[in-house]
Structures are given as C-alpha cells and as structure tokens.
C-alpha cells in the first residue's frame, strides 16, 4: 500500500525555520514527482512545491519562491520542505502528496495525513 | 484569487443527484484534464477522479466527472449523508506553469 507519513510540523515564531519531513512507503519516492500542498485554516488548497521524478528539478509557488526549499533522499525514501523566513500566512497544514503528470495530466494520486505548521508569537 | 470558479456550496437530498461545476479557461481546463477530490473535516484529501472522468480503484460509480470546454462537472448520484464533503476540482495551468485548484464546493444532503 502507499502511504505518505509527514512529520516536523509545530509552533514558530514569525521570521523563524522549520524543516518538514514526509517518509514514502510502498512506492520509490523519485520515480514520481512529489509536491507539498498547503491549506489554511477554514481555506482551501495550495500548491507550494514540486520535486520532479529526475530529482533535480524543483518548482515553487509565487507566496513561497526564495524562502521554501523541496529536496528529497533516495536512499531514506523521503521528501523534505525547508521553510524559511516564515509569515503568519503561512500557517497551514501541509500535505505532502504523490503526483502522476503526463502529458496533459497532472493530479495527486496519494495524500500524506498532514502537519500543523503555525507561525506566531 | 483561484484561476478554477467553484461554487462556494450545494445541497441536495438523500438519494438525489448533484452537480459541482468548475469553471477555467483555456489555460487549464480548456487544454488540461481535471482531476476532482474529497475532503471531510479533519481528513486529508483523497482523489475521486482523475483524467476528467477516470476513477481510482475503490471509488463508486456514484461519482462521475465530465468535461467540455473550459469547464468541468462532478456529478454524484444516489445521495448518501456520508457523502457530506468539501469537493476540490484540480488541473494543470500552462499559462502559469503550476497546478491549480478551485476554492472547493461543501455539499450537504439534507
């Protein structure tokens, strides 16, 4: 079975750091593009950032350009999201999430159950 | 402000038929499959459709997803109270060159 576990999530205070970690099962982490997806409290779905399946390829969203950072290690399986520089609109909970893009094509097929990112003081 | 147009809420009896709209432009939904997903309080999202009108292995036939021009429907029928969610549409935006999705659709079978 596929299953994304996120870890990492917690209080921070405004300007401060946290790094996310997502452990994959069940599937090889680089041969998908793998995405982080952020909801905000009583709000909707956001795309933050993509790793795609080469693993040198990354992409990020306009709110999180030059502050956020996707990496991820082959050999652990796992996805991370260095967050830096935090503002209180990023408060969210983050979801890492499996993505199929082909041609035309691009959905999240597998979601990880979440971590609670709050930044305040 | 999200480049996909869903309605903010829906309703509907049990046993009944509903539709979800999301609307885009030739960006996204007119170029681009949609894929649709499901969320209840608390839970992370799950994918109900995929390809505009794919489902995965273990959804109903209840759900149906269907596309024509620049925009998309879900359609859901034989209405349950288990179905009472947050419905997400999702595409790809090749103007933006990011995924995009609408603001969501909470339904409730009254």
């Known amino acids: 079975d596929v299953q994304l576990l996120e870890s990492g999530g917690g209080l921070v205070q405004p300007g401060g750091s946290l790094r996310l970690s997502c452990a994959a099962s069940g599937f090889t982490l680089n041969s998908y593009a793998m995405n982080w997806v952020r909801q905000a409290p009583g709000k909707g779905l956001e795309w933050v950032s993509t790793l795609k399946s080469s693993g040198d390829k990354t992409s990020y969203a306009d709110s999180v350009k030059g502050r956020y950072s996707i990496s991820g290690d082959k050999s652990k399986n796992k996805l991370f999201l260095q967050m830096n520089s935090l503002r209180g609109d990023d408060t969210a909970i983050y979801y890492c999430?499996?993505?199929?893009?082909?041609?035309?094509?691009?959905?999240?097929?597998?979601w990880g159950q979440g971590a609670l990112v709050t930044v305040s003081s | 402000q999200s480049v996909l147009t869903q309605p903010p809420s829906v309703s509907a009896a049990p046993g009944q038929k509903v539709n979800i709209s999301c609307s885009g432009s030739s960006s996204n939904i007119g170029n681009n499959y949609v894929s649709w997903y499901q969320q209840f309080p608390g839970t992370a999202p799950k994918l109900l459709i995929f390809q505009n009108n794919k489902r995965p292995s273990g959804i109903p036939d209840r759900f149906s997803g269907s596309q024509s021009g620049t925009s998309a429907t879900l359609g859901i029928t034989g209405l349950q109270t288990g179905d009472e969610a947050d419905y997400y549409c999702?595409?790809?935006?090749?103007?933006?060159?990011?995924?995009?999705f609408g603001r969501g659709t909470q339904l409730t079978v009254l």
């Open positions: 999702g595409t790809w935006d090749s103007t933006l060159s990011v995924p995009v």
């Open positions: 999430a499996r993505g199929r893009t082909v041609g035309a094509t691009f959905y999240f097929d597998s």
